[in-house]
């Protein structure tokens, strides 16, 4: 028996020993965890839990954030209906690109775009979405396919030159076969690429190992591969982050997306058990990334977006669930970062006294759906080899995991990077319009977004900071509550809130208007101002550069004035305005000028 082998066994064991207790304690039924298979129809009702893939990481080493859905026994302690629409069947038949209900129940390629409100064939080409994860899958290339040939994608495959498969140093041969649960999460993170953008190339670089610094490797190698996104679906306690950490997700001009976690806020939902960290996971803390969130996103019968919550099953209202079934049934991740200073446009935010965490980052910057109980099908054959129990070649997954490879891939078909040294950026600058869906409702702490009074202070139970509703001591309501509740604006658990259409990832930028004379006769002085405007929080235009259009060298100035006399009439000539603010960040705006 290997260790892997073990390591699982004794994980069910953690899932029917509460069931036992709590049935001699309270006449509750008992029912064991273990895995049931999936019924033919929806009309049959499946209760489900959501595990984690992954087992919680080693010190210097990362977990990934893929939860799967299993399917339990109904009276299982933290079991819910898991239920599709009314009369859809699930199986393995090929459903086409329309497809909206998956073989396994859950979401399907079509799903995402409509919700998300993208296309995912019209834009793409030119990009390529880098996947890092830990060991090798080695079906991922035939696994792939079979994912394709489901939904009547268009095919990727390494003979294609769609998918790329690497080692850490950029070369062929592959590490060792995963045996922890890494081949799930690598099928997932490379069918959801293709799934958001078929017309990317994929490039999948595999660590040789679960440790930070082989997964550093990776990110550097793909970097200097080209990547132009690259989605990173794992974590672990930022406690002991160097600067050599840091440096591998500093890489300006290449848009990387980290997942939050699957824990909560500030890895509240582990209540303990594996001791409090109080404090968010990394690379998502580091503010050269782009950290995503996870959301629970409800479709209505035709997929569009009904509402979206945040993920949180671990909330007050499921507390019984995660006490006795024994291990975090799973929330997103987040919190206030104790070493990474927060970039201006965090800290310029009008509402960032309200998330109390002064001149230190918090976790995220945007949000995408990571709810397993609302995830997203995707097709494993490998499964992590004989270590690992077995599971149906379909299945349903969530985490953050999900959330990461959707919204690197949206950049991508977007453009990527368009040129900003750190794409998150981008992102407040759409804050507030209608290219993002504002999430309002839950959190991803304790009180799942109930509130103080509502809750109490959980802070109380000696865990650590468990709610953002509270501070670390003492009984009066934090001002913090923005941290880890969902609010209008800008918030941690969903940050600028999630995509609707590709507006959120445009290049933006300062913008003016010019006032001024629109006729001036020739060689007379003429005076023109600009009114100016700049998306990002706490951007300031610092420098005006005027083209007259007439051949003569530009005026630059610090100011919204400038003058200027035409030594020719008869004419009409563009003022061509150029604007850089204090991010770095370009505008230009021209203004027709009639020379008598």
């Not at 396994?104 to 990009?127: E, H, I, N, V």
């Not at 390529?128 to 991922?140: G, K, R």
């Not at 702490?445 to 109380?460: K, S």
């Amino acid at each position: 028996m290997t260790n892997g082998t073990r390591s699982r066994r004794r994980r069910v064991l953690m899932l029917v020993l509460p069931a036992l207790a709590v049935a001699a304690l309270t006449g509750v039924p008992s029912a064991a965890a273990a895995l049931t298979p999936a019924p033919a129809s929806a009309r049959v009702t499946r209760y489900a839990i959501a595990e984690s893939i992954c087992k919680p990481p080693k010190p210097g080493h990362s977990a990934c954030f893929a939860m799967r859905i299993a399917f339990v026994s109904k009276g299982t302690p933290g079991a819910r209906v898991f239920g599709v629409a009314a009369g859809a069947r699930l199986g393995g038949a090929k459903g086409g690109p329309a497809q909206t209900v998956g073989p396994a129940g859950g979401l399907t390629p079509s799903d995402l775009a409509t919700a998300y409100r993208f296309s995912s064939t019209k834009t793409g080409s030119g990009q390529t979405v880098a996947v890092i994860d830990a060991f090798d899958d080695p079906n991922i290339n035939a696994d792939l396919q079979v994912f394709d040939s489901q939904y009547g994608l268009l095919t990727c495959s390494t003979s294609n030159g769609c998918l790329t498969v690497v080692n850490q140093t950029g070369g062929s041969s592959p590490p060792a076969y995963d045996t922890s649960g890494w081949s799930e999460e690598e099928s997932l993170d490379v069918e959801t690429v293709h799934s958001v953008c078929q017309k990317c190339k994929i490039l999948l670089v595999e660590a040789n190992s679960d440790a930070n610094a082989d997964l550093e490797a990776a990110v550097d190698e793909a970097v200097a591969l080209h990547a132009t996104e690259i989605s990173n679906s794992y974590g672990s306690p930022e406690a002991g982050s160097t600067a050599t950490d840091e440096a591998a997700y500093d890489h300006p001009g290449t848009v990387i997306t980290a997942a939050s976690g699957d824990d909560g806020y500030d890895e509240f939902d582990l209540l303990g058990s594996q001791g409090m960290v109080n404090q968010p996971d990394e690379p998502a803390s580091f503010n050269t990334v782009v950290a995503v969130g996870g959301t629970s996103l409800y479709l209505g019968q035709d997929a569009t977006r009904q509402s979206e919550t945040v993920f949180n099953d671990n909330g007050v209202q499921d507390v019984w669930e995660s006490t006795l079934f024994g291990i975090p049934l799973g929330a997103s991740g987040g919190g206030c970062s104790t070493l990474i200073p927060a970039k201006g446009w965090q800290t310029h935010l009008s509402v960032w006294a309200s998330t109390a965490c002064g001149s230190y980052r918090l976790v995220a910057d945007i949000a995408a759906d990571a709810d397993p109980f609302t995830g997203f099908d995707f097709y494993d054959t490998y499964d992590c080899g004989s270590a690992c129990e077995p599971v149906p070649d379909w299945a349903t997954v969530g985490g953050t995991s999900l959330a990461s490879p959707i919204i690197a891939a949206m950049f991508a078909l977007d453009g990527g990077s368009h040129g900003v040294a750190y794409p998150a950026l981008t992102l407040y600058g759409h804050l507030g319009s209608a290219s993002l869906y504002d999430v309002t409702s839950g959190g991803n702490g304790y009180c799942d977004g109930e509130g103080a009074a509502e809750c109490g202070d959980p802070n109380t139970q000696g865990y650590g900071m468990l709610d953002c509703d509270y501070p670390a001591s003492g009984t009066a309501p934090s001002v913090g509550d923005r941290a880890c509740d969902a609010l209008p604006g800008y918030d941690g658990p969903s940050g600028v809130g999630t995509p609707n259409g590709l507006g959120a990832f445009a290049k933006t930028g300062p913008t003016a208007t010019i006032s001024g004379p629109k006729s001036v006769a020739h060689a007379k002085l003429g005076k023109w101002t600009a009114s100016v405007k700049d998306p990002f929080p706490g951007g300031v235009v610092t420098s005006y550069s005027w083209n007259w259009g007439d051949g003569s060298a530009a005026t630059v100035t610090t100011s919204g004035r400038a003058s200027h006399d035409f030594v020719k009439g008869g004419v009409t000539r563009t003022i061509t305005l150029t604007l850089r603010d204090s991010y770095g960040q370009k505008g230009t705006v021209t203004y027709s000028v009639k020379v008598t």
